[in-house]
């Protein structure tokens, strides 16, 4: 089973950046698509962005696309979330997940929590 | 953009079956995956492509996918089946990740 394992809980203030990390066992990136979910306190999951092996950039959702960037670092098996200019509602739980577009995603990290206050 | 519809919420005895839609327009066409998150957790897959199950899912669960709607299936319920279910495509036209909007399954 692949192991995604990510940065710890934040506390930002409205305006600043966080950047949240997600690493990855094995064959995470060359083979693998890798997604990030957002989750609201009491809410649904939100599709963020992601890197899809099969396309040259980073795809995002139109909500965050000008605020998210998204890059993956193939030398460590690691890929970063950053959100930036952050608002009080973008206090949420931020999780990654690994796997392709056909098969669903199967590995999820263990989400960090990101606090604007 | 391409839109995924649950109910809220399902209730179901202990032992019997619960069954959630997940509703899109010519959802059939495409493949749905279905993830179970109990409170507190990460979401885990109960289902991918429309029917299969992952490793270590239980056989009481399963999937169908066709015309405009897509169903998990969970048969004789147990109490820790109850969490939140959400289904999930990918919305070839838009290059999107699109989740359904979860459903509150509730074991009485």
């Known amino acids: 089973q692949v192991q995604l394992v990510q940065s710890g809980a934040e506390v930002k203030k409205p305006g600043s950046s966080v950047k949240v990390s997600c690493k990855g066992s094995?064959?995470?990136?060359?083979?693998?698509?890798l997604i990030w979910v957002r989750q609201a306190p009491g809410q649904g999951l939100e599709w963020m962005g992601g890197?899809?092996?099969?396309?040259?950039?980073?795809k995002y959702a139109e909500k965050f696309q000008d605020r998210v960037t998204i890059t993956p670092d193939k030398s460590t098996n690691t890929a970063y979330m950053e959100l930036s200019n952050l608002r009080p509602e973008d206090t949420a739980i931020y999780y990654c997940?690994?796997?392709?577009?056909?098969?669903?995603?199967?590995?999820w990290g263990q989400g960090t929590l990101v606090t604007v206050s | 953009s391409y839109v995924l519809t649950q109910p809220p919420s399902v209730s179901v005895a202990r032992g019997k079956t619960a069954t959630i839609t997940c509703g899109g327009d010519d959802i059939g066409s495409k493949a749905v995956h279905w993830y179970q998150q109990m409170p507190g957790q990460a979401p885990i897959m109960v289902i991918h492509y429309d029917s299969d199950r992952p490793s270590g899912i239980p056989e009481r669960f399963s999937g169908s996918n066709s015309g405009n709607t897509a169903t998990l299936t969970i048969s004789r319920v147990e109490a820790g089946d109850e969490a939140d279910y959400y289904c999930q495509v990918w919305d070839s036209d838009t290059e999107h990740v699109v989740f359904g909007g979860r459903t509150k399954l509730t074991v009485l």
């Open positions: 997940a690994r796997g392709t577009i056909l098969t669903g995603w199967g590995s």
């Open positions: 094995g064959d995470t990136f060359s083979t693998y698509a």
């Open positions: 890197v899809i092996p099969t396309f040259s950039t980073a």
